[in-house]
């Protein structure tokens, strides 16, 4: 198949999913292009035979900022027009799934071959973004025009359909997330100081201070009984500043690593106890699934998609948003008991395995493409 993939160029999340998404469909002898704004760093550093269109638009006194986004959309046009393309893929509603679908009527009135637009929603596109009022009607267009939309999450899919009335449940098909195992495995073993690690872009829905100040609850517990750990943070965002600072005030400079933007990510979650996730929001969690992947359980919040991807009390521990002493408990209780952390971890593993496998997930996106090029589509 010829597929065309539209996507944010994020260090995580949506941006991830697509260009892992890219790479594996190439593996399987597609012909597959790539387009953003810039380069994701996930397919930066891979060798996989994608094409990859960067596409930013000239700047031109006129606009406010400059429309990158007309100028992705001119992009996969002029592909399309010279090379073809079967399915454009548009990962996170907006603006994505609006270019493909102004894409798809261009090529219709110049009577080029079929376009078939598959709309991927991540999460906040719908509950964040998509919801708020200046988005919301594109939102909803996008929603009920796409060929086919696929949600990351059961949980996801059940907000859209009760955010955007109309949109028929049946339309929406849930395509997890996925992993590669063999990429994303477990490492040599724990030794030392228990840690826990937590990634993230530090925007506002992680709630990266708030980690903070359940991890000095948690040290304040190991403490007394004479065990000590640390916490190690991998990102970088807007609230990288606060999270500092609260590790500085509640006294915990020799606790709390922050290491920024990094790409060894196996080798910084498989050595950890335990992988912590506060949001807010999660609509799925990648990054939990990734360190479940490589043994690593999971406390978090159960909020959103994250309770379908970690087995609460199983391959991780939840817990209420609002329970700073419940998620400081789970936090101690991994962080000091590495029998029960590792056991976790093999079960976190093991779920990955059975249910996150890339290679499976990957065959479920190509079979939903095959419908929708043979007409076969429900919806
Ligand atoms: O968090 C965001 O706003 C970004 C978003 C994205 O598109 O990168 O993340 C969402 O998509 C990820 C990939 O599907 C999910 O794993 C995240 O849970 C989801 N984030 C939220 O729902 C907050």
């Keep these: 198949m010829r597929i065309g993939i539209l996507c944010h160029p994020t260090y995580g999340g949506s941006g991830v999913v697509a260009s892992e998404l890219a790479l594996s469909l190439a593996e ?21 035979p994608v094409e990859v269109h960067v596409a930013q638009g000239s700047p031109y006194p006129l606009f406010h900022s400059t429309p990158h986004d007309l100028a992705i959309m001119s992009r996969v046009l002029d592909l399309h027009r010279s090379e073809g393309l079967d399915v454009l893929h548009a990962h996170y509603a907006i603006p994505h799934a609006i270019s493909a679908l102004q894409v798809r009527s261009a090529a219709a009135e110049a009577k080029l071959d079929p376009l078939r637009v598959v709309t991927t929603l991540h999460g906040t596109d719908i509950t964040l973004v998509g919801n708020d009022p200046s988005y919301a009607p594109l939102t909803r267009y996008a929603i009920a025009a796409s060929d086919a939309v696929t949600a990351v999450s059961e949980d996801l899919r059940l907000r859209t359909t009760d955010n955007f009335e109309g949109v028929p449940p049946c339309g929406i098909e849930v395509i997890p997330n996925f992993v590669d195992l063999e990429e994303f495995r477990p490492g040599a073993g724990r030794s030392g100081r228990p840690s826990a690690v937590h990634v993230s872009n530090f925007r506002k829905v992680k709630r990266v201070p708030w980690l903070v100040e359940a991890f000095a609850l948690a040290l304040e517990q190991l403490a007394a009984r004479g065990s000590d750990a640390e916490l190690v943070l991998v990102g970088d965002g807007p609230q990288l500043g606060e999270a500092r600072r609260v590790a500085h005030q509640r006294g915990l400079d020799g606790h709390v690593k922050f290491l920024g933007l990094r790409d060894a990510l196996p080798d910084l979650l498989s050595p950890a106890d335990a992988f912590c996730v506060a949001s807010t929001e999660e609509s799925f969690g990648l990054s939990a699934l990734e360190a479940m992947a490589c043994g690593t359980a999971v406390v978090g919040t159960r909020v959103g998609g994250l309770p379908e991807v970690v087995e609460d009390g199983v391959s991780g521990l939840l817990s209420p948003v609002e329970d700073l002493a419940g998620f400081a408990g789970h ?8 029998g029960r952390s590792s056991a976790m971890g093999a079960a976190a593993r093991e779920r990955a395995t059975a249910l996150f496998d890339r290679r499976r997930v990957v065959e479920q996106y190509e079979s939903l493409y095959r419908r929708l090029i043979e007409g076969r589509h429900a919806s």
């Design 331 to 338: 936090l101690a209780s991994l962080l000091e008991d590495r």
């Design 28 to 48: 399987n002898d597609h012909r597959v292009h790539l387009f953003s704004h810039d380069m994701p760093p996930r397919l930066a550093r891979a060798p996989g």
